[in-house]
């Protein structure tokens, strides 16, 4: 149990465009979902929590703008980045904390990741 | 402020050697920690963690953690390491503002 899916696994496009990358848990009702980036063998940067039917919280130094982050429902949510850029390439991982679950509220469960880049 | 503190960027160890992969951690009231294996190009998957109790933890693929209070640490530990098990570790802490704090991570190379 306790399956995140992300999609797509990786996407290249062109600078100026946007790309929507989804989260999904498949076996699970997630309360809360997380965005990380991850540069090449560096750990994960925390960018917005996102809380289901409620704005997103992004931490310090993300962009609102830049990264739209949607929690339409307890298993999917999605981070679109806005007229991507060059620099925005990198490592985009989702996770998810399963709703209910008796002694595992705390444990995140993590989606594969997707690569993203922009040329 | 809350952190965990990974302080060896790389471990080395010979197949069939016993492994340790460091973690300190420090936060406020209780702590609630894990670890996380993430293999190339992929998510992080869940090892283990500690919520209370024992503080010897095990968890998937022979892996084991100690929780220690007066050191604050949770050093992940396995017996006898395969090749594997080489990968990039992450400890984390769960903090009462309900958001997980990483680690900078440690690579595992476990060499035949």
């Known amino acids: 149990g306790a399956v995140v899916s992300q999609h797509p696994s990786r996407v290249i496009c062109k600078s100026g465009t946007s790309v929507k990358i989804e989260c999904r848990s498949l076996?699970?009702?997630?309360?809360?979902m997380f965005w990380y980036r991850q540069f090449p063998k560096q750990s994960l940067m925390l960018m917005a929590t996102?809380?289901?039917?409620?704005?997103?919280?992004?931490e310090q130094g993300v962009e609102k703008d830049k990264f739209l982050i949607n929690h339409a429902s307890l298993t999917l949510s999605t981070l679109t980045v806005t007229s991507a850029h060059p620099e925005d390439s990198s490592f985009y991982i989702c996770?998810?904390?399963?709703?209910?679950?008796?002694?595992?509220?705390?444990?995140?469960?993590f989606g594969p990741g997707t690569r993203l880049l922009v040329l | 402020a809350q952190s965990v503190a990974q302080p060896e960027d790389q471990v080395n160890v010979a197949e069939g050697n016993p492994l340790t992969v460091k973690c300190t951690y420090s936060v406020s009231g209780n702590p609630y920690l894990f670890w996380y294996v993430q293999y190339p190009n992929r998510g992080l998957q869940f090892l283990l963690k500690?919520?209370?109790?024992?503080?010897l933890v095990k968890g998937s693929y022979g892996f084991e953690a100690e929780f220690n209070k007066s050191q604050t640490s949770f050093h992940l530990k396995k017996p006898s390491a395969l090749v594997s098990d080489s990968a990039l570790y992450f400890c984390a802490a769960y903090t009462n503002a309900g958001k997980s704090t990483f680690g900078d991570g440690t690579t595992l190379t476990v060499k035949p």
């Open positions: 996102s809380n289901e039917g409620s704005k997103a919280t992004y």
């Open positions: 076996d699970f009702q997630a309360t809360t």
């Open positions: 500690y919520i209370t109790g024992d503080n």
């Open positions: 996770s998810a904390r399963e709703l209910g679950r008796a002694g595992d509220r705390e444990t995140q469960y």
